[in-house]
């Protein structure tokens, strides 16, 4: 069997990812079946290479099995629209006359075709019903030799135009001699006719029953394997999954078990002393870590400054004036200082930081403003370049 991959790699299937799924679950299923690429001509004159499925399925009639020699063709818009499927007797085979659901051309009309859906419809599944519809109405039956076209019967044969069975199930009453009949005539051979036909009918019925019965529970559990076999595939993902969830979350508690080590370690040795060098106690790993320390102690340092400026203010140990000179002042230092920190950041987690626009660009607050006549009554906005951070406000490098 060809690779179903290496021929999808010249076909111009919109899918090929879902076409080789299931053209891969459908010869895992169905050996019988072969992938092949061949030229496909569409009812309105357009020839393309499809990749198709030759080959037979095993059908239960009268008692014995047959195989029925199907082609299935995967339109290049597979599996959005169903597949074509046709029934290719060979040169010793005729398909059925006035069949239910193939017609004179082989051609296979179904149900589970017409109401083919993405999601929920499958090659196996499709066979399944193949089978199914072909062991109620053979589609070809076989040419006797030597009999006419009108003189034909239908009989299910295999590509070998012989049953896997056997014992043969005849469809029609026995033939008698009539000779041999005129022969051993008894009295009574009127009556024991009709209760041999009678009983050969009987029998018929009650045997096609059973076997139809027979072949549901087939179909039915062959419906049941796709699905456990489905459902099985689903639970060794799953199980995939969870095995590297688990393998990620162990390695996560061992890096946690080393850190709180080291933290437990470090609280021993610092339990009994009465002072701790803070400095030392988280140290930088790098220059640019120590410089982002820096900044960082920078930045608290102003908010504090501009917390107490308020406060004096409040108090009326300041003027206003003087308290918005120091304020713009101080606030362009911690603009400054936070945009130090944005570039040290970008460079630590190796990304490209965003060029940064020209401070000599913003629109500086005019010279000689006029004084207000309170702190408090300056409407918010009014001077966004100057306003003072609110002390509670939370700080993103907190």
């Known amino acids: 069997m060809a690779n179903i991959r290496q021929q999808l790699l010249s076909l111009q299937y919109f899918d090929k990812q879902s076409v080789e ?45 047959y195989n029925i020699p199907i082609k299935l063709w995967l339109d290049q818009r597979f599996p959005d629209v169903s597949p074509f499927v046709f029934v290719v007797p060979t040169a ?27 999601h929920t419809s499958s090659l196996n599944v499709l066979v399944i019903e193949l089978m199914s519809c072909f062991a109620q109405a053979p589609p070809v039956y076989a040419r006797r030799p030597g009999q006419s076209q009108n003189q034909q019967r239908p009989q299910q044969m295999n590509n070998y135009n012989q049953p896997q069975n056997n014992n043969n199930y005849n469809s029609q009453p026995p033939q008698y001699n009539n000779n041999n009949h005129n022969q051993y005539q008894p009295p009574s051979q009127d009556n024991k006719k009709i209760v041999q036909q009678k009983t050969t009918e009987e029998m018929k019925k009650v045997l096609d029953t059973e076997l139809k019965k027979i072949s549901d529970d087939i179909v039915d559990m062959m419906k049941k394997k796709y699905q456990i076999e489905k459902k099985k595939r689903s639970i060794e993902n799953t199980f995939v999954k969870s095995s590297r969830e688990y393998d990620r979350l162990q390695k996560r508690k061992q890096d946690l078990d080393e850190e709180c080590k080291k933290l437990t370690s470090w609280l021993e040795e610092n ?126 490098f907190k």
Request: proline content about 8%.
């Open 271 to 396: 339990e009994a002393a009465e002072t701790i060098d803070v400095d030392n106690v988280v140290s930088a790993s790098d220059t640019h870590a120590k410089q982002l320390f820096e900044v960082t102690a920078k930045d608290y340092a102003i908010t504090d400054v501009l917390y107490e400026l308020e406060e004096g203010l409040g108090d009326q140990y300041l003027d206003l004036n003087l308290f918005l000179r120091q304020v713009r002042k101080i606030s362009r230092e911690q603009f400054f200082e936070r945009a130090l920190c944005k570039k040290i950041e970008a460079l630590q987690m190796g990304g490209q930081s965003q060029p940064s626009p020209s401070f000599n660009n913003y629109t500086q607050p005019p010279a000689n403003r006029p004084p207000v006549p309170s702190y408090n009554s300056v409407p918010q906005n009014q001077y966004p370049n100057i306003a003072p951070p609110s002390y509670n406000q939370v700080n993103r």
């Open 92 to 118: 010793t085979m005729q398909v059925a006359e006035r069949h239910k659901h193939v017609d004179a051309a082989g051609r296979v009309y179904l149900p589970y075709l017409h109401n083919w859906n993405r």
């Open 21 to 65: 799924t299931h053209g891969n679950d459908l010869v895992r299923n169905v050996p019988t079946l072969k992938n092949t690429v061949e030229y496909f001509t569409h009812p309105n004159g357009n020839r393309c290479q499809l990749l198709n499925f030759c080959g037979t399925i095993p059908v239960h009639y009268k008692g014995n099995q």
